[in-house]
């Protein structure tokens, strides 16, 4: 089997960025055209919160991203150690849950709540329903507002920023080409056409996100905003998601005292900056949950639009010299070690038959 592919992929995104330091691990040698800043890439990668949450994410989807999840769980720690171990640094990977909770008088969305997870799931032992002292155990900075919630105890998250970087460095490292502020005019079998010329593969990959609209006709940008606030007033030991009849905030602690709060989700692909109504909603959830964010500073307002097709599921597609990957909505970080997966077992099936 060969193991020095040229490959090209277009895309430094999220998914752009995983297969090629996969791929480079393999031995290939990998060329990564990036539209915007590698150091900021202007994807939905670099504005998520970095939750990797199947329970809580099952409820409003399909059952599948659910298992593939899971399956994601269990790459995500391997992957984190090589990394760290080359990097020498903490990824801030953390696999400490994470916890539901809503004011008494929104009781019945968490109850609502619940019995979705159940429905879908049965009886999960990854599901606790915690009481005041539970909280309290957990989350000590909430128990004064809230007497109940649940602990989805297998879920994770990440420093996404700080894995984007990681994951830079370790291209730079295996001797990648890096093109960044250029920008792929089409992704076709063998080739990518580029901002500064045409570019010849052994085989291409296109991970362009939402920038693949020319490929995947149904292929539709869902706004997402968060804000990320700084406090010293309140700790949060996991990310915490607060039920609420009109809207669904989440808090997710980052080093530094950072808190990334969001995030609405528009069927719109407006990348504007965030609207002074939904600015309002997410700060007075957060207000909502602890009145001593009132003294939390906002540091950055952050705006992008999740990649989705029309089934919300993500899709690996491959034809000779040709493959995309996208469609990963809301699950960049829950599913994208699945997805990499997927795409490399592609590549190396195609690589045995060539062989
Ligand atoms: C507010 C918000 C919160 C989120 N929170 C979470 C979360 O907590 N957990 C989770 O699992 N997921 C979350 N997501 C979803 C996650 O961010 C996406 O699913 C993921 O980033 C998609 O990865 P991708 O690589 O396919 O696309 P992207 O991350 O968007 O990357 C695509 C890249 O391709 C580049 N590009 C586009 N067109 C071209 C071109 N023509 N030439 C070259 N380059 C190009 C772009 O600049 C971009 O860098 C969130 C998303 C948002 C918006």
Redesign the pocket.
Known sequence: MKSDLRIGI???????RLCAWRLSLQGHHISL????SLER?????????????PLSEVVATEREVYDMGLQSLAIWPRWIAELEASQGRNMHYRQAGSVVVAHPLDEAELRQFHQDLRSKLGDSSDVELLDASGIQRLEPDLADHFQQGLYLKSEA?INNRRLLGALLDELRKNGANLHEN????SCEPFRIC?AQGTDEFDLVID??????KDVFPGLRGVR???LIVATDEIKLNRPVRMMHPRYKLYA?PKPNGQIVI??TEIESEDMSPISLQSCMELSSALYALNPAFAEARIVET?V????ALMDNLPCVENSPGLLH??G?????????PVVVSDVLSKINQLNQNVA
């Open positions: 277009a895309g430094g995104g999220l998914l752009g055209f990036e539209a915007s890439p202007a994807g939905a990668c670099w504005t998520a919160a970095g939750m990797i949450s998250d250029c920008k792929v005019q580029h991970t362009r996100g939402l920038g693949a997402g905003e968060v997710v969001g995030a952050s992008n639009c999740r990649p990957a996208n990963l909505h809301r699950h960049g970080y829950l599913l994208s």
